[in-house]
């Protein structure tokens, strides 16, 4: 009965790693399409309706870690007291890597400083620089996501039969 529990536990255990694994490349990728999403969404509302960042912002319906990228920036446009750094805009965000933050940090510095045809081909070509890493980022889950999860319970499976 204990060698069943501890095989249980150890497959859990992995899998738990390998779940939790997969769930970092599927964040990434969802962080990345919706960033590509709320470019098209910033683009079509500056262009056509004219408003103000801080209420394209707050209507917008975002999930996740671009909900918190968003709110951090909302924040800032609230309230310019606020320092405007890395630190404050990726704030509770821990699924980009150094060199992607500094690129999404240019952008949201930059945005909302220009004339509505220069917003709107600063938009574009963030767009240009995002899409690749977006791509990048399907194909990551699509390989190492399900692949993590396999190979996790596979070694839960073949450490539990060692310790048995």
């Known amino acids: 009965m204990i060698k069943i529990l501890l095989v249980i536990i150890v497959v859990g255990g992995f899998l738990y790693v390998g779940c939790g694994v997969s769930n970092y490349y599927k964040k990434r990728?969802?962080?990345?399409?919706?960033?590509?999403l709320l470019c098209d969404k910033l683009r079509a509302d500056i262009d056509f309706s004219g408003k103000n960042l801080v209420t394209i912002f707050q209507n917008i319906d975002l999930d996740?870690?671009?909900?918190?990228?968003?709110?951090?920036?909302?924040?800032?446009?609230?309230?310019k007291d606020v320092e405007f750094s890395?630190?404050?805009?990726?704030?509770?965000?821990?699924?980009?890597?150094?060199?992607?933050?500094?690129?999404?940090?240019?952008?949201?510095?930059?945005?909302g400083r220009h004339d509505s045809d220069n917003e709107i081909k600063l938009i574009d070509d963030f767009k240009i620089i995002i899409s690749p890493l977006s791509a990048t980022c399907q194909q990551d889950k699509n390989k190492y996501g399900k692949m993590s999860v396999k190979i996790s319970f596979l070694l839960g499976l073949m450490v539990a039969i060692l310790i048995i």
């Open 29 to 36: 990728d969802e962080f990345f399409s919706g960033l590509i």
């Open 64 to 79: 996740g870690n671009l909900k918190k990228l968003s709110s951090n920036f909302c924040e800032y446009l609230k309230n």
């Open 86 to 111: 890395t630190k404050q805009l990726f704030r509770g965000i821990w699924i980009l890597k150094d060199e992607e933050k500094t690129t999404i940090y240019d952008f949201f510095s930059r945005l």
